[in-house]
């Protein structure tokens, strides 16, 4: 009966795609795959849920085809985007290749490529902006289901929500990946707090901020910490005293959620004298060092171009988990060229979201802020293989690049379309 139903509700979501606009797509897309993950930490799966997360990928890259394909008229700001994302497309296809190469044609490795190549479609149908897009509603609207289920959960109402070690993992897979979607949002509404002043995104931010800390996740509380730290002195309008004073509570504050939050136990689990050498029964920091030590060493096997996309998540596991890195996996997976390009892109990313700032735009203080937590989280997380993170990360930025490229250029929304507010008086005329 469930595959039945599941059958007929794709049925008719494909059947609905030509007629829905880009943006609701991408946040259906964001918003369906943050919440159908439910219940993997800790046993508690619903069956029917198992296929949606795939299925959100494959709707992506046939909406985005679906776009194009009947898109007649590419508007020019759009074309730059849409050139990239072709490369970007053509080297997953190459890694996917390479991964081929090293360990023989595998349905894991297939769909890898096609996660990814999902993504990417998700950032040209969010930045494509046919319809004029309010891009602090959306970024509401993707983020806050999750918290909001996870938040039920963590307070008993909803089984399934919280592991056996007392970490809430919502409706993602792992507390770790609950982290890193929170991480994202905290630091989004953080920016929208900032630039808005209202009761309502003031609100969101604290349930944000709750749902994260209930998460346990180290990894995801200190990157949305120097998320939040970018975004407060990035923002534009600020006086150097006002920042000073919210850095100063914004530091008592997570003093006292540690203190409430119990993330003291989080820490003592660490033992910091001890030898990495001791695998015996290591704890999760002496883990990761020992496991990236051995994919580097492993890594020099295939130094330029890696082993291909998903290698290191699916095939090259030395102590059987994933690198919890995105710079070792980027290593191992790409090479020494993947890692370039992603330390030159993050650099890249950064510098031209500080420039945004300068000139006055509250975007370029989110984008700043998500480029800082990304840097940081990444260093100890799989956050390349959170799939729902990824998809509130991508999607995010291409509403904040489209929202500043439209302000900054005048353009106004006509008859479904970006138009230049010069060009349309004129020819009203």
């Known amino acids: 009966m469930l595959t039945i139903v599941a059958a007929v509700v794709a049925l008719s979501v494909l059947l609905l795609l030509p007629v829905v606009p880009p943006h609701v797509v991408v946040i259906a897309l964001v918003v369906t795959r943050s919440l159908c993950d439910f219940g993997i930490s800790t046993g508690a799966r619903i069956a029917a849920l198992s296929p949606i997360g795939f299925a959100c990928s494959l709707m992506a890259i046939y909406a985005a085809a679906l776009f194009f394909l009947r898109e007649t008229n590419i508007p020019v700001g759009l074309q730059k985007y849409s050139r990239r994302i072709f490369v970007c497309s053509g080297a997953v296809v190459l890694w996917v290749t390479i991964a081929t190469f090293h360990f023989g044609a595998s349905n894991t490795l297939l769909t890898e490529g096609i996660r990814v190549l999902s993504v990417l479609s998700l950032f040209l149908l969010a930045v494509s902006g046919r319809t004029d897009v309010d891009s602090s509603k959306a970024l ?89 730290l970018v975004v407060l002195w990035a923002q534009p309008g600020l006086a150097f005293g006002y920042r000073a004073v919210a850095t100063g509570i914004g530091a008592l504050g997570m003093y006292a959620f540690y203190k409430i939050f119990d993330l003291a136990s989080r820490v003592s689990e660490f033992d910091w004298g001890r030898s990495v050498s001791v695998m015996d029964k290591p704890d999760s920091f002496q883990w990761r060092l020992e496991n990236w030590r051995r994919l580097i060493e492993i890594s020099s096997d295939s130094p330029v171009f890696g082993f291909g996309l998903g290698a290191s998540s699916h095939m090259i596991m030395p102590l059987g988990g994933p690198p919890h890195s995105i710079y070792v996996q980027t290593l191992v997976d790409m090479g020494l060229i993947g890692l370039a390009a992603l330390v030159t892109l993050i ?83």
């Open 347 to 429: 650099v890249f990313l950064f510098v031209k979201s500080i420039r945004l700032a300068k000139r006055g735009r509250w975007e370029g203080a989110v984008l700043a802020g998500l480029v800082a937590f990304c840097a940081v989280n990444g260093v100890v997380s799989n956050l390349i293989g959170y799939t729902a993170a990824v998809y509130l990360l991508v999607v995010s930025t291409a509403f904040l690049v489209r929202s500043s490229r439209r302000s900054e250029s005048g353009a106004v929304t006509f008859q479904g379309r970006d138009v230049d507010r010069n060009t349309l008086v004129a020819g009203a005329k």
């Open 140 to 228: 509401m609207i993707m983020g806050m289901p999750a918290v909001v289920i996870g938040l039920i959960g963590a307070a008993g109402v909803l089984p399934g929500a919280v592991n056996a070690a007392g970490r809430m993992a919502g409706t993602f897979s792992h507390p770790n990946t609950a982290g890193a979607f929170f991480g994202i949002l905290v630091v989004q509404l953080a920016a929208m707090a900032l630039a808005r002043r209202d009761l309502c995104s003031i609100i969101m931010l604290a349930g944000a901020l709750a749902a994260l800390m209930l998460t346990g996740s180290l990894g995801g509380i200190v990157g949305a910490t120097a998320g939040v």
